[in-house]
């Protein structure tokens, strides 16, 4: 007997209201990623702004997620797609006003949905008042403390102070011309040059971020995913590193920079604050550390309640590895009583549906399309692993659609502003940000009535919402189905654990109480047995007389033991 995806639940704006409210909401909640400049232009400038989200929630929530998280739309020069904050308390003038925010938040309640925004506390932009006053002020100035400025090195000052590197390449330094117009001070930036780093030994920086939080908690938000939450604290005296090529460092070491004891201080503070508020609001951390087991050093219960699952991003479409990842994974969080969170894309690495479809081992940033058919299939059945594992899980725009990475964009319209600094990130990030295609038709497929800002493909209208809604099969109504089952049985989500069932070389299969998954990470059919009815496949499963699954290659299937 073939079977097909099952037909998607109906979902009520009752239904939602009701899941949103529950007790611990977001231990397995399925959380979707907007990127602001690419969902959704409600005024035809080619940009996404907020009344776009807004204008877009009902759909989000008949896709059946808990809630969703922004990426910045604060007040920006855009040097780096918002990243680069002058003001945390505004609205970036292309993204709307502070009105428009809380017309979102309402309406987002209204349905049922959670609001978490991003907050970036290891930086601002250069053109954050505090910054911009310690340039006038010139040396001595008490704005400079809340940054890190230091003389340079070498008989005039002209070296860097340390050897550190900026993650987007080159020094992690710059140079300022001092109000006389000499050559002065230095200042550390991780990233960007536009992009400096604050001073978090600095009593204003702490003082003012507690301020923050409390805003946008007053305007509702039911969170905080906090950028760079690994790096706010740097090793006392800002040692040297004493190596080159640090970026090939990073998630193997400790670095000076980076994954700091003295961050958990800052989280305890912060905690505090967010339990003030009712409604169970939460902090999702960056926190890019070398081992899971640091990771969740940052979900104790008196910090912060979930951290991105990186190690699980980064692994290869490879049973073994994947396995081993779920166990550390499950291990390390369990002793501080913090659910797992696992996530298969986001902005700033290349879409599954690509990294799939290439050989193994060319890392989360890839320039080549490889085989769109097999990546699809196996970004497919990797999404329904990710949705059988306890905890909670993050999906990126897009992805519900099958979207592939855009790898043939030209160099003129490239805007990641890694791409234009050698040596550092690939800077390939934009593939991933391209706008999201709603229609068949249209100047930007349905994303607003005047282009886009990163130009889209043709063809991207046949992977569009209109084109996959109401259609069998389709990667939509794929998602669809997987958050209505998820959502409507407590063995998924729910726990700690996972029993792990003998199966066929490259093939995992486990058991979640009256529900098991099986994964296929094989380029040929295996059979197994039939555990039960099959709730959802993400490809064709058949079965055989003799009370066995016939699953093609790269596929998931879940059963109901019951």
Same mark, same amino acid.
């Given at each position: 007997m073939s079977q097909q995806p099952a037909a998607p639940a109906p979902t009520t704006t009752s239904a939602v209201t009701t899941v949103a409210k529950r007790r611990d909401w977001w231990r397995d909640a399925v959380i979707y990623q907007v990127y602001p400049r690419s969902f959704a232009d409600s005024n035809g400038d080619g940009m996404g702004d907020l009344e776009g989200v807004r204008s877009r929630l009902p759909y989000l929530r008949d896709l059946g997620v808990d809630a969703v998280w922004l990426s910045p739309f604060y007040a920006s020069p855009q040097a780096d797609a918002g990243y680069d904050v002058a003001d945390y308390r505004a609205v970036d003038p292309m993204f709307g006003n502070l009105l428009d925010a809380d017309a979102l938040i309402r309406d987002a309640r209204r349905l049922g949905l959670r609001i978490i925004v991003d907050l970036v506390p290891n930086h601002s932009s250069d053109q954050h008042e505090w910054f911009k006053r310690a340039l006038r002020e010139g040396p001595g100035s008490s704005l400079r403390d809340r940054y890190h400025f230091r003389p340079g090195k070498g008989a005039n000052g002209e070296l860097p102070p340390n050897d550190w590197e900026s993650i987007f390449g080159g020094p992690a330094w710059t140079r300022v011309t001092e109000p006389d117009g000499t050559p002065g001070e230095w200042y550390l930036h991780?990233?960007?040059?536009?992009?400096?780093?604050?001073?978090?030994?600095?009593?204003?920086?702490?003082?003012?971020?507690?301020?923050?939080?409390?805003?946008w908690l007053d305007m509702g938000v039911d969170g905080f995913r906090i950028d760079v939450a690994h790096g706010l604290v740097k090793a006392a005296g800002l040692p040297d590193l004493g190596a080159h090529d640090q970026l090939k460092l990073l998630g193997n070491d400790v670095m000076p920079f980076f994954d700091q004891d003295g961050v958990h201080e800052i989280y305890r503070q912060w905690r505090l604050i967010l339990d003030e508020y009712s409604g169970e609001r939460i902090f999702v951390a960056e926190a890019w550390t070398p081992?899971?087991?640091?990771?969740?050093?940052?979900?104790?219960p008196d910090e912060l309640h979930q951290a991105f699952n990186f190690q699980y991003l980064a692994t290869e479409w490879d049973a073994a590895e994947l396995r081993e990842v779920v166990d550390r994974t499950l291990e390390a969080m369990r002793p501080v009583g913090a659910p797992a969170t696992w996530v298969l894309s986001n902005h700033d690495v290349t879409r599954h549906a690509t990294r799939f479809a290439n050989p193994p081992g060319l890392g989360t940033q890839i320039r080549t399309a490889g085989d769109r058919e097999v990546g699809l299939r196996r970004a497919r059945a990797a999404t329904l692993l990710m949705l059988a594992l306890p905890g909670s899980a993050y999906v990126y725009q897009g992805e519900e659609l099958g979207l592939p990475d855009v790898v043939d964009l030209s160099d003129e319209v490239r805007q990641d502003p890694a791409y234009f600094r050698g040596a550092g990130q690939d800077g390939f990030r934009d593939g991933c940000r391209v706008p999201i295609p709603w229609t068949r038709e249209g100047s930007s497929y349905g994303f607003g009535d005047g282009g886009s800002w990163l130009p889209q493909p043709s063809g991207w209208g046949e992977l569009s919402v209109? +084109?996959? @809604? %109401? !259609?069998?099969?389709?990667?939509?109504?794929?998602?669809?189905?997987?958050?209505?089952?998820?959502?409507?049985?407590?063995?998924l989500g729910a726990?700690?654990?996972?029993?792990?069932?003998? +199966?066929? @070389? %490259? !093939?995992?299969?486990?058991?979640?109480g009256e529900f098991v998954c099986v994964t296929n990470t094989t380029g040929e059919s295996v059979?197994?047995?039939?555990?039960?009815?099959?709730?959802?496949?993400?490809?064709?499963?058949?079965?055989?007389?003799?009370?066995?699954a016939k699953l093609p290659a790269d596929t998931t299937a879940w059963f109901s033991t019951v």
């Open positions: 991780l990233f960007a040059p536009e992009q400096p780093d604050f001073n978090w030994d600095h009593p204003a920086v702490g003082d003012e971020f507690r301020s923050v939080l409390r805003f081992t899971v087991e640091r990771t969740a050093n940052y979900v104790r209109e +084109a996959q @809604e %109401g !259609v069998p099969g389709s990667t939509l109504e794929l998602y669809r189905s997987a958050f209505a089952v998820r959502r409507s049985r407590p063995d726990g700690d654990s996972v029993e792990w069932l003998k +199966a066929p @070389e %490259g !093939v995992l299969a486990f058991r979640r059979t197994t047995p039939a555990y039960g009815r099959v709730l959802l496949a993400s490809g064709e499963v058949s079965e055989t007389d003799g009370g066995e």
